[in-house]
């Protein structure tokens, strides 16, 4: 008998390009047909044949508050009785622009878009013109959203122009992307040395979040700052992930870096499609229509999107929101690295805030070459087992999870619990 996620999946293979409408979606990485969802509430998913799933992947972030919060789908309701869209400005655009500069004070100015890889795609092309200079540098293993100077791989040298990792972008376009190793700080230097001047901005993810979850080196974090300031390149952190989820200030705050700008997304639309970029003034005053980078979006603004951010943001500012947040994720962490280890497979973890990683390796990676030496055959029968035991984490071993608030002390225990089987069947035997 199939299951109705079988059937749907069947169908939507016929009308959708493999089914789904974004890749990983598709479960390719981990094998097997992806689940189709029906209902959210709090921490919990239900699937289109009624199963359900503690869900860990918060929909790649935005769901912060757990599922259908009551507080944010009041306010969406009501706003969405006004009018779902105006294309004309409203007040609810300036209230959103003065929280999200309360909270991450670097944004002096701020622009909403309606996704991540709008925010990052419009942050570069005002770097570009605010410096007149066109190299972009990236980092191995970091998505910024799939705009063409952003999916570009390094190329035969690392210090040489890159090659486009996806087909349909130029090789003139990838050209002016350098991709460097993340955490590579001598690399760092050698780079600026060679061309600093030439370089109109670099974009990082603070945290990465996706090659699964790897964290900075200060001294790596502090050179590129230093860098970018003496050479006068553009120093973007793209947050779109990490915003209001590794801390209310976001990465920035935690390690104490002020970026020139900043991209959001996710979070700040609290499961509705906004994103936004700002940061230094004088750099944002080069948008039209006050300067000459061009720059619009049809629903950029629109006033159901931001309620339901605004009121998501709210409920995260009460006092020991994020507190509470890292403790229950670093909870998560540490009892799958105990179940793990009880069941002698190779296995570490880590948190930063809301969001982990897992690794079938010895130790946590600190680069994209050491993600890739886990060991993703484990990763993938593990996912299966926890999976058909009702806990739904992200479907591919280069994804970082996300703990909501909504997630309780039950939901941990049950899911170490559904982990201790999930080991000690991977086991070696
Ligand atoms: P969107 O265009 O998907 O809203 O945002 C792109 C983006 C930009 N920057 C960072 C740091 C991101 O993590 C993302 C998107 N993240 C992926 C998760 N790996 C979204 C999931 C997907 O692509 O379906």
């Given at each position: ?8 999946f ?20 981990v094998g ?9 509430l709090?921490?919990?998913?239900w ?44 007040g609810?655009?300036?209230?959103i ?23 990052t ?41 890159g ?48 090659m699964?979850?790897?964290?900075p ?8 700052r230093?860098l ?28 104490n ?54 009121a ?15 403790a229950?994720?670093?909870?998560l962490?540490?009892g ?41 055959e ?33 939901d941990i ?17």
């Amino acid at each position: 008998m199939t299951s109705k996620s079988q059937q749907l999946f069947e169908k939507s293979q016929q009308l959708i390009p493999g089914g789904v409408n974004s890749p990983v979606r598709a479960f390719r990485s981990v094998g097997g047909t992806p689940v189709f969802f029906k209902k959210g509430l709090g921490s919990r998913l239900w699937d289109v044949d009624g199963k359900e799933y503690i869900d860990y992947i918060n929909s790649w972030g935005p769901m912060i508050l757990g599922h259908a919060h009551p507080d944010v789908i009041k306010a969406v309701q009501e706003v969405a009785a006004n009018s779902l869209s105006f294309g004309a400005p409203t007040g609810l655009e300036l209230e959103i622009a003065e929280l999200i500069n309360k909270l991450v004070p670097s944004m002096e100015q701020v622009r909403l878009v309606s996704s991540g890889t709008e925010a990052t795609m419009s942050a570069i092309r005002v770097a570009r013109g605010f410096t007149g200079r066109n190299k972009l540098v990236k980092f191995e293993g970091c998505y910024h959203g799939h705009s063409d100077a952003l999916l570009v791989k390094a190329g035969s040298g690392l210090l040489t122009f890159g090659e486009p990792s996806s087909a349909g972008v130029p090789a003139e376009v990838a050209a002016h992307t350098l991709t460097l190793e993340y955490n590579n700080t001598q690399q760092l230097k050698d780079l600026f040395e060679a061309s600093g001047d030439e370089i109109a901005c670099v974009i990082i993810e603070p945290v990465v979040g996706n090659m699964n979850l790897v964290v900075p080196h200060m001294e790596f974090l502090q050179t590129l700052r230093d860098l970018c300031t003496r050479h006068g390149a553009v120093l973007i952190f793209d947050e779109v992930m990490t915003g209001f989820r590794v801390h209310l200030g976001g990465a920035q705050a935690l390690y104490n870096i002020r970026p020139d700008i900043t991209t959001l997304g996710k979070v700040i639309g609290g499961g509705l499609p906004v994103g936004a970029f700002g940061g230094r003034k004088d750099i944002m005053q080069c948008l039209a229509p006050l300067g000459a980078v061009y720059q619009a979006g049809t629903l950029s603004g629109n006033p159901v999107a931001v309620t339901a951010g605004l009121a998501t943001l709210k409920l995260l500012q009460t006092p020991d929101f994020h507190a509470k947040l890292a403790a229950q994720t670093k909870k998560l962490v540490d009892g799958l690295v105990s179940a793990a280890r009880e069941a002698g497979v190779v296995f570490s973890a880590q948190s930063v805030g809301g969001m982990f990683g897992l690794y079938f390796s010895e130790k946590c990676p600190t680069s994209f070459a050491e993600v890739m030496q886990a060991n993703k055959e484990q990763f993938n029968q593990f996912f299966h087992l926890m999976l058909d035991a009702g806990i739904y984490l992200a479907p591919s071993a280069f994804e970082a999870g996300f703990v909501s608030a909504a997630h309780t002390d039950a939901d941990i225990a049950f899911t170490i619990n559904a982990a201790k089987a999930a080991f000690k069947a991977v086991a070696p035997k």
